[in-house]
């Protein structure tokens, strides 16, 4: 069997969970990737045969959406670039959230299932927040199109939604506490965060940023390069995280019973809905770090619980799920129906 495997590169989540299923996958055939979008930070040695501009996300210095060069990074090239996929080469065409991938099915009338987190919003049963943003949750429902969803979130909110992939790394860990906070949160700069976090000198931060390419420190926190190996050490060792609105992150920080602290990116519907269902979960989340973050963090700190996140199906039983979706050609039987 050929599969493809198309992966939305605006965010390091997308990319991470290719890592993890890529063994599994290649228990059933040749895996050949597909990475749209130019903003990802984290390196990996899966093989990406096609590549695309595709749609890029950039961040503000304070932490919102910077609309301006979002727009900038549009190009008419998509439509280049989808025509030339060569998808009717593959038996199996798995998209998790590439609008390339999804024009070129379009275009060849190829079928594709749509998997990952972004497909589980096909659901009206996903969390939402109450304030409904028409654009972004057009977006969610609309970006990629296909026949098939198998989506993935924290609560099985409806029959074609499965738990996260977690980390085999972060599965065979045994969680210590070695008391510092790691942090996450690539829509604010160093410079912006540093004031914040030096405030706390009782703790120590461990801070995430593509901003760097090397190990450096300034009093209680030590700054880190996106590193995949170096993060999830981190964050196994952590007494708590602090991170934006992201999936994986808040998936392996509770699955390891950690405390966490979600600040989702703003003017980021995604992140909002994933902040709305943690919140029902009972995790802390704030709007953004102003100068409020003292009080919030102390509260944080000293009252709130760790929530522990329990997997109902394995890794290798999702990737199970994606070829019986391909091989009974019933795609009707993943699909949500409003």
Not at 142 to 155: A, P, T
Not at 259 to 277: T, V
Request: proline share 5%.
């Amino acid at each position: 069997m050929k599969i493809f495997y198309a992966i939305q590169g605006t965010g390091n989540g997308h990319i991470s969970r290719a890592i993890e299923l890529y063994p599994y996958l290649k228990k059933y055939g040749q895996v050949d990737f597909m990475l749209s979008g130019s903003n990802a930070n984290l390196p990996s040695s899966l093989p990406v045969k096609y590549k695309s501009k595709g749609l890029s996300l950039f961040y503000k210095h304070s932490g919102g959406l910077d609309y301006i060069k979002i727009l900038r990074s549009l190009s008419l090239s998509v439509i280049k670039d989808a025509k030339k996929l060569p998808l009717e080469e593959y038996d199996l065409v798995i998209n998790d959230f590439d609008f390339v991938t999804s024009l070129a099915c379009k275009f060849k009338k190829i079928p594709s299932i749509h998997f990952g987190h972004q497909a589980s919003f096909q659901s009206k049963k996903t969390p939402r927040p109450s304030k409904i943003d028409f654009l972004g949750n057009l977006i969610l429902e609309k970006f990629v199109e296909s026949d098939s969803h198998i989506g993935l979130h924290f609560e099985n909110y409806d029959h074609h939604i499965y738990n996260p992939i977690i980390k085999e790394d972060i599965i065979k860990a045994t969680p210590i506490n070695d008391g510092h906070i790691t942090v996450y949160l690539p829509q604010y700069s160093m410079q912006y965060l540093e004031p914040h976090f030096l405030k706390q000198n009782k703790f120590h931060f461990e801070v995430f940023s593509k901003e760097i390419d090397r190990i450096t420190c300034k009093k209680n926190i030590t700054y880190f390069p996106i590193n995949n190996e170096q993060f999830t050490s981190s964050l196994i060792r952590c007494y708590g995280i602090i991170t934006a609105g992201g999936f994986e992150t808040p998936a392996e920080a509770m699955y390891m019973n950690k405390k966490l602290l979600s600040i989702p990116i703003l003017n980021h519907y995604e992140q909002a809905c994933n902040a709305q269902a943690l919140e029902k979960l009972g995790v802390m989340v704030l709007k953004k770090i102003d100068e409020k973050f003292e009080q919030y963090f102390k509260e944080w700190i000293n009252e709130k619980k760790p929530i522990k996140l329990n997997l109902a199906h394995s890794t290798a039983d999702i990737v199970e799920m994606l070829m019986k979706t391909k091989q009974t050609n019933k795609p009707n039987k993943y699909v949500y129906h409003s």
